[in-house]
């Protein structure tokens, strides 16, 4: 091996005083000056033989540099060939708001709920690839919308902006291009359609609060055109006009009846329609599917609601199988991107108990992609990365002066079987309805059978008599103290997120920005985002969305007060920000 060479000569050097004057006579060669303490002529026959070990080890050196050089070269090589040259599919998944201790958190659970051996990884785990550095344009600390946009559009951006660069023009994304070069294309969240995520892949926003222009632009009212086959999500509030109940738009505008006759979706929004999907058996494209008002109850939650939200799981198979159908007959595959949407909004509530049922239920939609990709006839690869980690979430917590114990108990988050959210809702329905025994009331049904917390204090009970506006806030904190669970926010973190990917994603290892992961799903697809941002400049001149009244249809240039609401609001909806 020539590569053992160099390891070699600096063995020597320590080795010998007499290699130390060679190396000192190497030393003034490669400097091409005489040294001050260059040593005394030597014999004759010596410096030959000098001359030959010097001769040898400059030549072993060159080789060592060319045989590095060549073999990057080709494993650069082979990277581009991983790329396929024919029909592809291409899935990335998003998980919002999940950093490294989310994996530790939902691993070690899933170990001690199953009886697991300690080796037993998560799907995620068994294809980790690399990180993400995650910061926005405007700060360290991301926000979903420009750490979307990173991906959609490769480009960094400030706070609050939905695929719209920091002049406010707006930045042709992954999925348009990939329509426009003749992909079929899909969205599935858990989360609301119109929020930051799903927003910046098929719309552009000066500010993400803009749900409304949001739900029109991703039905088809956009400079280009309907650019989505397929959506599958929550959000049903921002579609429906201000005269219905379950409405939260601000017009009287009906998005869904908009989206049927005017663009040909095909509309869903309950449990017995998906199923007669026949998870993705029975779809026509293109699909509309709101099942939820606002987002899809946390998994802790939905499953035991009758199954009347269909899962992660669900919705993520039926895109896939109904993409998949789709593309067929066609040279080009499909593009779709996945969103475990509320890992997020169980980090904002810091409520381990839902947030590691919703990291297994991604983990599970993950499984499903990648045994979707070993089945399909067609090349393909999945790519999944978080925009930011939600938080700060410590697996283990110091509650006493004294030296801490060093340990955490996923018995206690085995133990829930109710989000803090849901119980807090429940809680304030329960007052609603006239508040009768409001303390056995907390303490037995929600605390108790909810939380599954049987040793509650209590001044614990009386906290959340006295403040229920604070409950979920207050049975988050009761869960996370028992089993040892840190957080440092409310909000988000700066701290780097974890990149996975299947067979094809190698280009992707290592240490990233995020908006190479952006250029990723691009280069994959091979299609020309630029040409896109030309024709949404050009079309942005004369662009008007219908019935809004809207200088632009990118909304208001917000300002930073504006930004500074959108993104309070975000937080404040899960996060119990005073
Ligand atoms: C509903 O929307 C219309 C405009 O489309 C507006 O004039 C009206 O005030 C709205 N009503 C409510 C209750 O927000
Ligand atoms: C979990 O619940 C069981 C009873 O269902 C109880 O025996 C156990 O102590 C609980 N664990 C914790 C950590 O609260
Ligand atoms: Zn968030």
Redesign the pocket.
Known sequence: MPSDRPLLASDRRESSTHSDERAAEEDTALLGSQRKDAPKPQSRARSWRELGLFTWAVVATAAVIVLAVVSQHQASKNGKKAIPAGKRNLIFMVSDGMGPASLSLTRSFRQFEGGLPHDDVLFLDQHFIGSSRTRSSSSLVTDSAAGATAFSCGMKSYNGAISILPDHTPCGTVLEAAKRAGYTTGLVVTTSLTDATPACFASHANVRSEEDLIAQQEVGEHPLGRVVDLMMGGGRCHFL???TSGSC?????DITKLAQEKYGWNYIDNREDFDGLKLGSAVKLPLLGLFAGYNIPYELDRRNMNDIYPSLDEMARTALKALEAATRDSDKGFFLMIEGSRIDHAGHGNDPAAQVREVLAYDKAFGSVLEFLDESSTDGVLVATSDHETGGLAVARQLHPTYPHYAWYPEVLHNASSSAEHSSRRLRSHIFNGGDNLKDFISEELVKKGLGIWNAKDSEIQLVVDNPALSSYYFSDMISRRARIGWSTHGHTAVDVNIYGSAGSEALRGNHENVEVGKFLRDYLDVDIESVTEELVEKSKSFKIA?AAQTSWTGKIPSGEDLQSAERKHEKEYGMAP
């Open positions: 006009p201000n005269t738009r601000g017009d009287d505008r019935g």
